[in-house]
């Protein structure tokens, strides 16, 4: 009596399993349009970039990012993002603080003002800035006068790229603040800690990975980006020039040589970019398993 | 005194969340303030420990004027609603964190977070984080981490909100225990007027940002100072009979109300307690049908209808219920032993809850 019973009760499971979940046909058809999305607009063309480097044999590959030109684009790039990063950080921590734990009037138009540099176009972007710091611009004249140098210089890129990256500490930070409220900053107060105690043990450790993040992507677009970088630069070779600059100052010298130097500066920030997802593959997976530690250790004892 | 607030007031923009508030804690008491939400404790609390400064008043804690002082400064232990431990620390650090914020001698914070463990049960939980606690297991942490540093108050708010049920019966208990043994003077808040009663030995009862009466929970249940409190604490039965004569009357029910203008309607109020209910139709002078019995453990309450479809609330208790052989449908008779009057129509019926300071004076016994 018993079996026909669980037999049925197993053909309700089933008809019910199919009824929730895609057949396996959808699930593979899914899974193979996925990839090969991804092999043919991600992999292959960086795949290229790496074989573009090397036509011209490994020799070439080193003697093109060595010459004197892209060694300084290199270095500048690392300059621009050596500024941008921490500043953003500062500035995200500061924005992402007042919005997530303070009550304020305007508080949307903020929110609204931070994310302005994901909406302007980068070429427009950099235009401000000549239009504000350039011979004919507002404060041009004056900053002339001093002999004060910002566009078509470094100061003017720095300027540039800090806007384009300014949203991404501050809009991954945010989230991570307002879920977190302030109750765990009150009870740091209340068991005496000052406010440098409270945001350094409490604050901090609390928003670590959404921090991470945010410089990670931060620095990759810092060190990535064109549009306003490319008009506050004025394009002087080894001196504002950085390494998206110089990849297209050699590839438009249209020569064989030129172009495999180009690929080989692009292969570099593509492995810088690479780079940046391995340290956050890394950390994530640090993190994971510091965890699961505590949890054998707990499980243990 | 412990905590002393005179006058205290606090504004939020143009409302009062506190409105000119004066009570008085003693030393080692087990203080609960209660309420409806948004009726201002949680502000009372927040003001007493220094997370929200009062527009007006002061606030005294162990006859010191504490309003200029910070939170760090005035030595409260504070536990908040959904514990705010701190996630990246594990249990152990949690505690420690006031020891280190105040330079404890590091063998001083291991034998005080031993000793802490030990008196709450935590042994053998040091190194978990607090995700991986129960809710219980939080709210232990979150006390023995606010009593870590020694404070001279412990504030508790709402503490037993975040647990279910059956654990919260435990943790009151528990708590009870806990402030017999250390004998901290402490303040919780709650909405839950079963849980002041059963665990507070005085308390405040606010409504509105007003302050509506301090008490034992005796006190406040059998002499409440008015018709907010009355209804807020225990149940009640309120009708409102009209006057003619010296008599209020509705349905078949009247109460003597001598000295009432006639024509007038009141509002008058009784326990379910004092409703007298026999299966012996000759004993009492109402009679009604016993429409439902509620079990509600060892007491039940019944609901009564009146033959003019008035319905009235009942409390007795099993043994009397089942030695008078009573069931739902059955017919019976009933007495009020004690009513209240709650309101006059001439200092307004309408707007509930809203009456204040004015004792209601007990009518009249054995109707």
Known sequence: MAEPGTRIRGGAQQASQRGTEESPLAKWVLIAITLAFCFVFLLLPLLNVFAQALTKGLGHYWQSLAEPDSRAAIWLTLVVAAICVPLNMLFGLAAAWAIAKFEFRCKSLLITLIDLPFSVSPVVAGLMFVVLFGLQGFFGNRLAAHGVKIIFAVPGMVLATVFITFPFVARELIPVMQANGTEQEEAALTLGANGWQTFWHVTLPSVKWGLIYGIILCNARAMGEFGAVSVVSGHIAGLTETMPLRVQVLYEGATAASTAAAFAVASLLALLALFTLGVKCLLEWKQARAERLIVARVERS | ?367
Not at chain 2, 98 to 115: C, T
């Open chain 2, 1 to 367: 005194m412990s905590i002393e607030l005179k006058g205290v007031t606090k504004l939020f923009g143009d409302h009062a969340a506190v409105n000119n508030v004066t009570f008085s804690v003693k030393e080692g008491e087990l203080m609960a303030l209660l309420g409806p939400s948004g009726g201002g404790k949680t502000t009372v609390l927040r003001m007493i420990a220094g997370l929200e400064m009062p527009t007006a008043g002061d606030v005294f804690i162990r006859g010191q004027r504490v309003n200029d002082l910070s939170v760090q400064q005035r030595n409260i232990g504070f536990v908040f609603q959904n514990y705010a431990l701190f996630k990246n620390m594990n249990v152990s650090r949690n505690i420690a964190f006031g020891l280190k914020i105040k330079r404890w001698k590091r063998a001083n914070i291991r034998a005080r977070i031993e000793e802490l463990l030990k008196l709450f049960g935590l042994e053998g939980l040091e190194r978990r984080f607090p995700h991986q606690l129960s809710g219980g297991q939080r709210q232990r942490v979150a006390i023995a981490r606010a009593l870590a540093p020694q404070p001279t108050v412990l504030l508790l708010d709402e503490p037993f909100g975040a647990v279910d049920a059956r654990i919260r019966q435990e943790l009151r208990e528990w708590l009870v225990t806990l402030h017999h043994d250390l004998n901290v003077t402490t303040v919780f808040v709650t909405h839950d007027q079963e849980e002041a009663l059963e665990v507070a030995n005085r308390i405040v009862i606010f409504s509105g940002g007003v302050l509506e009466q301090v008490g034992t929970p005796r006190e406040v249940y059998d002499q409440p100072a008015n018709e907010f409190v009355a209804r807020f604490i225990g149940a009640m039965n309120v009708l409102e009979p009209e006057v003619r004569g010296g008599v209020a009357r509705i349905g078949e029910l009247e109460f003597p109300a001598p000295g009432e203008a006639d024509g007038q309607r009141i509002r008058i109020g009784f326990r379910p307690y004092a409703v007298q209910v026999s299966s012996d139709l000759t004993q009492h002078r109402y009679h009604a049908m016993l429409q439902h019995t509620f079990f509600l453990g060892v007491l039940l309450r019944l609901e009564l209808e009146l033959p003019s479809g008035l319905t009235i609330r009942a409390r007795m208790t099993k043994e009397d219920y089942a030695h008078q052989g009573l069931e739902d449908g059955r017919q019976v008779s009933f007495q009020i032993r004690q009513y209240r009057l709650l309101a006059r129509e001439a200092i307004g019926l309408q707007p509930e809850a809203e009456l204040q300071s004015e004792t209601p004076p007990v009518l009249g016994d054995n109707i």
